[in-house]
């Protein structure tokens, strides 16, 4: 790339006006699109990448470059070298300093990555999904299904579903949260496994649970108020979904002392925007 390389964002016009406001702070343009179908040509998803091919056309290969975090397997390369190798350092860097690691889930990176380094390290560690009303991970993670009441053939259209939470939840199989199943990225229809992906016996992802808006947005009232963590509500069903089901796990003699490792990336400050975040 050359000295002065330019980004070009793309993303729903219903996310949060904070972020591509942060985004073009740091120089970055931006276009908000409506939210449509993967399946749609004008998906913000296609967009980038037709943006990418374009420049290409125009300027020579290497002019635009698509990043794909979807099915990019530097996505879950990054938490397998970053965030497992912190969060293992954090949590006492010594097997038994945790026991479980929660988060949800959007393009699948995070729990992929984190869940191959972690369990590299202490094959005891057990790894949980939190996810988001009309999202079919939850089904896919406890059942081996794709699918979520509120996307049902029939539904949908009649009934436009939405939920606060941006960045997590999804209706498709993307390569990252196949590896995070224990595939090799193979599953979500790539041409190949991913290079250097071994698959596993077994998921990594011991269960799945749901947490509803209202959860969301009652803690991340609480940790503001309770834990002074500035959180915003869509990234609050981490949380909300962990206290409950730690304090459940830890009286069990098995889990009488579990540490958990919750993630939740995102402030509030990217979202205050929204009803539910402003108050």
């Not at 057990?126 to 996810?131: A, E, I, M, T, W």
């Not at 596993?200 to 947005?217: H, M, N, Q, Y």
Request: charged share 25%.
């Amino acid at each position: 790339m050359g000295n002065d390389p330019k980004a070009h964002l793309v993303l729903p016009d219903d996310a949060a006006v904070e972020k591509p406001q942060m985004m073009a702070s740091f120089g970055a343009t931006t276009r908000r699109v409506r939210p449509v179908s993967i399946s749609h040509p004008e998906h913000y998803v296609k967009i980038a990448r037709q943006r990418a091919m374009d420049a290409c056309a125009r300027d020579g290969k290497g002019a635009g470059y698509f990043a794909n975090q979807f099915e990019n397997a530097a996505n879950f390369r990054a938490h397998l070298d970053g965030t497992g190798p912190e969060i293992w350092r954090q949590m006492g860097g010594r097997r038994g300093g945790v026991d479980a690691f929660v988060c949800a889930a959007g393009t699948g990176g995070t729990l992929a990555g984190v869940s191959r380094y972690l369990r590299s390290k202490d094959p005891r560690v057990q790894f949980f999904l939190v996810d988001p009303p009309g999202s079919s991970l939850y089904n896919k993670v406890n059942r081996g299904v794709m699918y979520c009441k509120e996307e049902a053939e029939g539904t949908r259209l009649k009934n436009p579903f939405d939920t606060i939470t941006e960045g997590v939840g999804i209706n498709r199989l993307t390569a990252n949260f196949s590896i995070a199943l224990g595939g090799d990225g193979s599953e979500a229809g790539t041409s190949a496994p991913v290079e250097g992906v071994e698959p596993l016996e077994t998921s990594p992802i011991a269960r799945a649970f749901k947490c509803s808006d209202r959860e969301a947005v009652e803690m991340s009232r609480y940790l503001a108020r309770e834990d002074g963590l500035f959180l915003g509500a869509s990234r609050s069903p981490v949380p909300a979904r962990t206290r409950p089901r730690g304090a459940r796990l830890s009286s069990r003699p098995a889990f009488a002392r579990a540490r958990f490792s919750p993630r939740a990336p995102r402030f509030q400050s990217r979202h205050a925007s929204t009803p539910h975040d402003s108050a």
